[in-house]
Protein backbone atom coordinates (compact mmCIF):
# COMPACT_ATOMS: atom_id res chain seq x y z
CA UNK A 1 0.00 0.00 0.00
CA UNK A 2 1.12 3.65 -1.14
CA UNK A 3 2.32 5.43 1.92
CA UNK A 4 1.27 9.05 0.00
CA UNK A 5 -1.33 10.55 -2.55
CA UNK A 6 -0.40 11.71 -6.32
CA UNK A 7 1.25 15.27 -6.10
CA UNK A 8 -1.28 18.18 -6.88
CA UNK A 9 -0.25 21.70 -8.32
CA UNK A 10 -0.67 24.35 -6.11
CA UNK A 11 -0.17 28.26 -6.12
CA UNK A 12 -0.27 30.57 -3.20
CA UNK A 13 -3.74 32.84 -3.54
CA UNK A 14 -5.15 34.74 -0.73
CA UNK A 15 -8.59 35.93 -0.77
CA UNK A 16 -9.48 39.29 -0.84
CA UNK A 17 -11.40 39.08 2.22
CA UNK A 18 -8.70 37.36 3.75
CA UNK A 19 -6.58 40.84 3.18
CA UNK A 20 -9.21 43.00 4.12
CA UNK A 21 -9.91 41.28 7.74
CA UNK A 22 -6.27 41.27 8.14
CA UNK A 23 -6.18 45.42 7.60
CA UNK A 24 -9.48 45.56 9.86
CA UNK A 25 -7.59 43.49 12.46
CA UNK A 26 -4.56 46.20 12.51
CA UNK A 27 -6.39 49.33 12.19
CA UNK A 28 -8.09 48.30 15.43
CA UNK A 29 -4.57 46.70 17.67
CA UNK A 30 -4.57 47.73 21.02
CA UNK A 31 -0.79 48.90 21.81
CA UNK A 32 1.03 48.05 24.79
CA UNK A 33 2.96 50.92 26.30
CA UNK A 34 6.57 50.86 27.07
CA UNK A 35 9.65 51.84 29.38
CA UNK A 36 10.67 55.02 28.07
CA UNK A 37 14.53 54.22 26.18
CA UNK A 38 14.22 50.64 26.66
CA UNK A 39 15.31 49.76 23.09
CA UNK A 40 14.39 46.13 22.21
CA UNK A 41 15.79 45.35 25.49
CA UNK A 42 12.32 43.93 26.96
CA UNK A 43 11.35 42.77 23.51
CA UNK A 44 9.97 43.99 20.42
CA UNK A 45 10.60 47.46 19.99
CA UNK A 46 7.58 49.61 20.11
CA UNK A 47 8.62 52.58 17.21
CA UNK A 48 9.63 50.01 14.84
CA UNK A 49 6.52 47.77 15.12
CA UNK A 50 4.63 51.46 15.02
CA UNK A 51 6.93 51.91 11.73
CA UNK A 52 6.48 48.29 10.70
CA UNK A 53 2.74 47.92 10.92
CA UNK A 54 1.54 51.25 9.21
CA UNK A 55 4.33 50.09 6.42
CA UNK A 56 1.99 47.09 6.09
CA UNK A 57 -1.13 48.76 6.72
CA UNK A 58 -0.02 51.36 3.73
CA UNK A 59 3.15 50.19 1.62
CA UNK A 60 3.14 46.50 1.50
CA UNK A 61 2.02 44.96 -1.26
CA UNK A 62 0.84 41.10 -0.75
CA UNK A 63 -0.07 40.68 -4.70
CA UNK A 64 3.44 41.30 -5.35
CA UNK A 65 4.72 38.89 -3.04
CA UNK A 66 2.37 36.35 -3.66
CA UNK A 67 3.61 36.50 -7.44
CA UNK A 68 7.39 35.94 -6.37
CA UNK A 69 6.19 33.13 -4.79
CA UNK A 70 4.42 32.24 -7.36
CA UNK A 71 7.13 31.87 -9.54
CA UNK A 72 8.22 28.46 -8.91
CA UNK A 73 6.28 25.50 -9.29
CA UNK A 74 4.69 24.10 -6.11
CA UNK A 75 2.65 20.80 -5.42
CA UNK A 76 1.08 19.34 -2.85
CA UNK A 77 1.17 15.89 -1.81
CA UNK A 78 -0.35 13.67 1.67
CA UNK A 79 2.62 11.14 3.05
CA UNK A 80 0.77 8.82 6.03
CA UNK A 81 -2.13 11.49 6.09
CA UNK A 82 -0.41 14.28 6.63
CA UNK A 83 -0.39 17.01 3.48
CA UNK A 84 2.72 18.82 2.71
CA UNK A 85 3.75 21.58 0.57
CA UNK A 86 6.81 21.81 -1.69
CA UNK A 87 8.56 23.82 -4.61
CA UNK A 88 9.94 21.78 -7.04
CA UNK A 89 12.40 23.96 -9.63
CA UNK A 90 14.07 21.87 -12.09
CA UNK A 91 17.67 23.11 -12.88
CA UNK A 92 18.83 24.55 -16.38
CA UNK A 93 22.44 22.42 -16.73
CA UNK A 94 23.51 19.14 -18.04
CA UNK A 95 22.90 16.87 -14.99
CA UNK A 96 20.77 19.25 -12.47
CA UNK A 97 21.34 17.43 -8.91
CA UNK A 98 18.69 16.97 -6.59
CA UNK A 99 18.61 19.15 -3.38
CA UNK A 100 16.54 18.98 -0.56
CA UNK A 101 15.87 22.46 1.56
CA UNK A 102 14.27 22.80 4.51
CA UNK A 103 13.80 26.14 6.61
CA UNK A 104 13.42 26.35 10.56
CA UNK A 105 11.33 28.24 12.40
CA UNK A 106 10.06 31.75 12.65
CA UNK A 107 10.90 30.84 9.19
CA UNK A 108 9.33 29.79 5.84
CA UNK A 109 10.18 28.84 2.30
CA UNK A 110 10.42 32.54 1.22
CA UNK A 111 13.72 32.25 2.85
CA UNK A 112 14.79 30.57 -0.35
CA UNK A 113 13.21 33.29 -3.02
CA UNK A 114 17.04 34.74 -3.36
CA UNK A 115 18.85 31.53 -3.71
CA UNK A 116 16.47 29.22 -6.25
CA UNK A 117 17.15 30.66 -9.40
CA UNK A 118 20.98 31.00 -8.81
CA UNK A 119 20.77 27.27 -7.87
CA UNK A 120 18.46 26.29 -10.49
CA UNK A 121 20.32 27.93 -13.04
CA UNK A 122 24.19 29.00 -12.44
CA UNK A 123 24.72 30.20 -15.80
CA UNK A 124 22.16 32.90 -15.62
CA UNK A 125 24.64 35.21 -12.96
CA UNK A 126 27.78 34.18 -14.90
CA UNK A 127 28.28 30.63 -13.19
CA UNK A 128 29.30 27.03 -14.34
CA UNK A 129 25.68 25.05 -15.74
CA UNK A 130 27.01 21.68 -14.69
CA UNK A 131 26.79 23.02 -11.11
CA UNK A 132 22.51 23.17 -11.51
CA UNK A 133 20.90 21.63 -9.00
CA UNK A 134 16.68 20.56 -8.79
CA UNK A 135 15.72 22.34 -6.17
CA UNK A 136 13.38 20.80 -3.40
CA UNK A 137 11.90 23.04 -0.91
CA UNK A 138 9.22 22.21 1.44
CA UNK A 139 7.43 23.96 3.89
CA UNK A 140 7.81 21.59 6.70
CA UNK A 141 4.74 19.84 8.26
CA UNK A 142 2.67 21.92 10.23
CA UNK A 143 4.31 25.25 8.53
CA UNK A 144 3.13 27.48 6.25
CA UNK A 145 1.56 26.10 2.85
CA UNK A 146 1.84 22.70 4.77
CA UNK A 147 -1.33 21.54 6.44
CA UNK A 148 -1.32 22.08 10.32
CA UNK A 149 -0.49 18.82 11.89
CA UNK A 150 -2.93 17.25 13.36
CA UNK A 151 -1.49 14.38 15.35
CA UNK A 152 1.23 14.03 18.76
CA UNK A 153 4.91 12.94 17.98
CA UNK A 154 5.46 14.92 14.11
CA UNK A 155 9.18 15.14 15.49
CA UNK A 156 12.08 15.48 13.17
CA UNK A 157 12.37 12.03 12.88
CA UNK A 158 9.44 11.61 11.68
CA UNK A 159 9.48 14.76 9.39
CA UNK A 160 12.71 13.36 7.63
CA UNK A 161 11.04 10.13 7.33
CA UNK A 162 8.22 12.25 5.39
CA UNK A 163 11.01 14.03 3.18
CA UNK A 164 12.80 10.63 2.21
CA UNK A 165 9.46 9.24 1.19
CA UNK A 166 8.87 12.77 -0.99
CA UNK A 167 12.65 12.65 -2.60
CA UNK A 168 12.50 9.30 -3.22
CA UNK A 169 9.04 7.91 -3.46
CA UNK A 170 6.87 10.70 -4.87
CA UNK A 171 9.42 12.49 -7.04
CA UNK A 172 11.61 9.37 -7.89
CA UNK A 173 15.52 10.23 -6.92
CA UNK A 174 17.64 7.85 -5.60
CA UNK A 175 20.35 9.91 -4.80
CA UNK A 176 20.22 13.49 -3.67
CA UNK A 177 21.75 16.04 -1.16
CA UNK A 178 20.31 17.98 1.32
CA UNK A 179 20.82 21.41 3.23
CA UNK A 180 19.15 23.16 5.98
CA UNK A 181 19.70 25.69 9.18
CA UNK A 182 17.39 26.02 12.41
CA UNK A 183 15.15 22.68 12.74
CA UNK A 184 16.29 22.71 9.23
CA UNK A 185 19.50 21.12 10.37
CA UNK A 186 18.33 18.91 12.43
CA UNK A 187 15.94 17.78 9.50
CA UNK A 188 19.03 17.09 7.25
CA UNK A 189 21.14 15.68 9.89
CA UNK A 190 18.75 13.19 10.53
CA UNK A 191 18.35 12.20 6.65
CA UNK A 192 22.18 12.08 6.48
CA UNK A 193 21.99 9.85 9.71
CA UNK A 194 18.86 7.74 8.44
CA UNK A 195 19.36 7.65 4.92
CA UNK A 196 22.91 7.86 3.93
CA UNK A 197 22.47 5.30 1.27
CA UNK A 198 20.63 7.87 -0.76
CA UNK A 199 21.64 11.35 0.77
CA UNK A 200 25.09 11.81 -1.16
CA UNK A 201 26.25 15.17 1.21
CA UNK A 202 24.78 16.93 3.56
CA UNK A 203 25.21 21.14 4.10
CA UNK A 204 24.09 22.70 7.17
CA UNK A 205 24.17 26.48 8.13
CA UNK A 206 23.59 25.88 11.83
CA UNK A 207 25.03 22.78 13.60
CA UNK A 208 22.10 21.24 14.57
CA UNK A 209 23.02 18.21 16.17
CA UNK A 210 25.78 17.28 19.32
CA UNK A 211 27.44 14.51 19.92
CA UNK A 212 26.69 12.37 22.66
CA UNK A 213 27.51 13.01 26.60
CA UNK A 214 29.91 10.27 26.69
CA UNK A 215 31.66 11.65 23.52
CA UNK A 216 32.43 15.01 25.54
CA UNK A 217 35.43 13.97 26.47
CA UNK A 218 38.83 15.83 26.62
CA UNK A 219 37.31 19.06 25.31
CA UNK A 220 39.12 22.05 23.66
CA UNK A 221 39.25 25.35 24.79
CA UNK A 222 37.08 26.95 22.37
CA UNK A 223 34.94 24.02 22.90
CA UNK A 224 34.64 24.51 26.76
CA UNK A 225 33.94 28.16 25.53
CA UNK A 226 31.44 27.53 23.52
CA UNK A 227 29.55 25.51 25.89
CA UNK A 228 29.15 28.53 27.98
CA UNK A 229 28.10 30.77 25.73
CA UNK A 230 25.78 28.04 25.23
CA UNK A 231 24.44 28.61 28.39
CA UNK A 232 24.63 32.33 28.73
CA UNK A 233 22.31 31.75 25.22
CA UNK A 234 19.66 29.67 26.80
CA UNK A 235 19.43 32.01 30.13
CA UNK A 236 18.94 35.25 27.98
CA UNK A 237 17.46 33.95 24.48
CA UNK A 238 16.06 30.84 24.98
CA UNK A 239 12.59 31.82 26.78
CA UNK A 240 10.48 31.33 23.50
CA UNK A 241 11.58 27.54 23.52
CA UNK A 242 10.65 26.99 27.50
CA UNK A 243 6.75 28.19 26.10
CA UNK A 244 6.60 26.87 22.74
CA UNK A 245 8.05 23.90 24.38
CA UNK A 246 5.94 23.32 27.05
CA UNK A 247 2.63 25.30 26.47
CA UNK A 248 2.55 25.51 22.69
CA UNK A 249 -1.50 26.02 22.51
CA UNK A 250 -1.84 28.56 25.31
CA UNK A 251 0.57 30.72 23.75
CA UNK A 252 -1.17 30.03 20.20
CA UNK A 253 -4.66 31.61 20.57
CA UNK A 254 -2.86 35.27 21.09
CA UNK A 255 -0.24 34.63 18.32
CA UNK A 256 -3.09 33.14 15.99
CA UNK A 257 -5.69 35.64 16.43
CA UNK A 258 -3.30 38.66 16.51
CA UNK A 259 -1.51 40.05 13.36
CA UNK A 260 0.29 42.46 15.88
CA UNK A 261 1.28 39.86 18.28
CA UNK A 262 2.23 37.78 15.85
CA UNK A 263 4.68 40.22 13.85
CA UNK A 264 6.15 40.68 17.15
CA UNK A 265 6.45 37.71 17.81
CA UNK A 266 8.61 36.87 14.90
CA UNK A 267 10.17 40.28 14.10
CA UNK A 268 11.72 40.45 17.47
CA UNK A 269 14.07 36.95 16.40
CA UNK A 270 14.44 38.10 13.27
CA UNK A 271 16.72 41.17 14.44
CA UNK A 272 17.81 38.78 17.71
CA UNK A 273 19.29 36.11 15.35
CA UNK A 274 20.62 37.85 12.53
CA UNK A 275 24.30 40.14 11.94
CA UNK A 276 22.28 43.16 11.65
CA UNK A 277 24.23 45.32 14.76
CA UNK A 278 21.31 45.95 16.25
CA UNK A 279 18.88 47.96 13.15
CA UNK A 280 16.91 45.03 11.80
CA UNK A 281 16.42 46.80 8.41
CA UNK A 282 20.48 46.03 7.93
CA UNK A 283 20.34 42.25 7.02
CA UNK A 284 16.09 42.61 5.98
CA UNK A 285 13.86 44.85 4.14
CA UNK A 286 10.02 45.06 5.52
CA UNK A 287 8.38 43.14 2.50
CA UNK A 288 11.06 40.49 3.62
CA UNK A 289 9.96 40.38 6.69
CA UNK A 290 5.85 40.92 6.37
CA UNK A 291 6.28 38.07 3.76
CA UNK A 292 7.49 35.87 6.39
CA UNK A 293 4.92 36.56 8.57
CA UNK A 294 2.48 36.82 6.20
CA UNK A 295 3.00 32.75 5.14
CA UNK A 296 2.18 32.19 8.98
CA UNK A 297 -1.12 34.41 9.31
CA UNK A 298 -2.46 33.41 6.30
CA UNK A 299 -2.53 30.09 6.60
CA UNK A 300 -3.26 30.02 10.63
CA UNK A 301 -0.18 27.21 11.16
CA UNK A 302 1.23 29.44 13.91
CA UNK A 303 -0.05 26.97 16.30
CA UNK A 304 1.09 24.58 14.76
CA UNK A 305 4.50 25.34 14.18
CA UNK A 306 5.71 26.20 17.13
CA UNK A 307 4.40 22.89 18.20
CA UNK A 308 7.22 21.23 17.15
CA UNK A 309 9.28 22.82 20.83
CA UNK A 310 6.94 20.26 22.34
CA UNK A 311 7.48 17.12 20.01
CA UNK A 312 10.98 17.51 20.13
CA UNK A 313 11.32 18.66 23.98
CA UNK A 314 9.11 15.38 24.66
CA UNK A 315 10.48 12.64 22.26
CA UNK A 316 13.74 14.62 20.74
CA UNK A 317 16.19 12.49 18.79
CA UNK A 318 19.43 12.62 19.54
CA UNK A 319 22.83 10.54 18.87
CA UNK A 320 23.30 7.53 20.91
CA UNK A 321 27.20 7.03 22.10
CA UNK A 322 28.06 4.89 19.18
CA UNK A 323 26.36 6.82 16.40
CA UNK A 324 28.05 9.19 14.11
CA UNK A 325 26.82 10.80 10.98
CA UNK A 326 28.99 9.53 8.67
CA UNK A 327 27.67 11.12 5.38
CA UNK A 328 30.11 13.69 3.77
CA UNK A 329 29.20 16.95 5.52
CA UNK A 330 29.38 20.77 5.14
CA UNK A 331 29.55 23.46 7.66
CA UNK A 332 28.79 27.04 7.23
CA UNK A 333 29.49 29.19 10.26
CA UNK A 334 27.74 32.52 9.87
CA UNK A 335 29.36 34.70 12.42
CA UNK A 336 25.57 36.17 13.25
CA UNK A 337 24.54 32.93 14.19
CA UNK A 338 22.73 32.19 17.44
CA UNK A 339 25.55 29.22 18.04
CA UNK A 340 29.27 29.16 16.55
CA UNK A 341 30.51 25.85 17.36
CA UNK A 342 34.42 25.05 16.75
CA UNK A 343 35.14 22.27 14.53
CA UNK A 344 36.05 19.94 16.80
CA UNK A 345 33.05 19.90 18.35
CA UNK A 346 31.41 19.51 15.10
CA UNK A 347 33.53 16.93 14.28
CA UNK A 348 32.60 14.52 17.41
CA UNK A 349 29.15 14.14 15.44
CA UNK A 350 29.44 14.91 11.80
CA UNK A 351 31.78 13.58 9.05
CA UNK A 352 32.90 17.65 8.51
CA UNK A 353 34.60 17.51 5.06
CA UNK A 354 34.17 21.19 3.95
CA UNK A 355 33.97 23.74 7.34
CA UNK A 356 33.60 27.57 6.22
CA UNK A 357 34.10 30.77 8.37
CA UNK A 358 31.95 33.45 6.85
CA UNK A 359 32.70 36.63 6.70
CA UNK A 360 29.02 38.37 7.78
CA UNK A 361 25.62 36.74 8.13
CA UNK A 362 23.25 35.20 10.61
CA UNK A 363 20.36 32.70 11.33
CA UNK A 364 18.51 33.49 8.20
CA UNK A 365 21.46 33.19 5.74
CA UNK A 366 19.62 32.58 2.70
CA UNK A 367 17.85 36.12 3.27
CA UNK A 368 21.14 37.70 4.93
CA UNK A 369 23.84 36.45 2.17
CA UNK A 370 22.54 34.42 -0.52
CA UNK A 371 25.52 34.65 -2.16
CA UNK A 372 27.42 33.39 0.09
CA UNK A 373 25.43 30.82 0.80
CA UNK A 374 25.28 29.86 -2.81
CA UNK A 375 28.56 29.51 -3.47
CA UNK A 376 29.23 27.60 -0.62
CA UNK A 377 26.97 24.93 -1.30
CA UNK A 378 27.62 24.59 -5.22
CA UNK A 379 31.13 24.24 -3.90
CA UNK A 380 30.57 21.23 -1.50
CA UNK A 381 28.06 19.45 -3.41
CA UNK A 382 30.23 19.74 -6.58
CA UNK A 383 32.63 16.55 -6.03
CA UNK A 384 29.29 14.66 -4.58
CA UNK A 385 27.37 14.75 -7.87
Given at each position: ?????????????????????????????????????????????????????????????????????????????????????????????????????????????????????????????????????????????????????TV???????????????????????????QG??????????????????????????????????????????????????????????????????????????????????????????????????????????????????????????????RL?????????????????????????????????????????????????????????????????????????????
Amino acid sequence: MSRHTRPEPFSVQVTEAELSDLRSRLARARWPGEIPDSGWDYGANLAYLRELVDYWQTRFDWRAQEARLNRWPQFRVTIDGQRIHYIHARGQGPKPFPLVMTHGWPGSVAEFMEIIGPLCDPAADGGDPADAFDVIAPSLPGYGFSDPTTVRDVNIARIADWFSVLMSDVLGYQRYGAQGGDWGSMVTSRLGFAESSRVAGIHLNMVGVAPHPANRQGLSRAEEDYLKSAIQWRNEEAGYQAIQGTRPQTLGYGLNDSPLGLCAWITEKFRAWSDCAGTIENAFTKDQLLTNVMIYWITQTINSSIRLYYEERHRPWRLGKEEKITVPTAIAIFPGEIGTPPREWAERAYNVQRWTRMPAGGHFAALEKPGLLVDDIRAFFRPLR
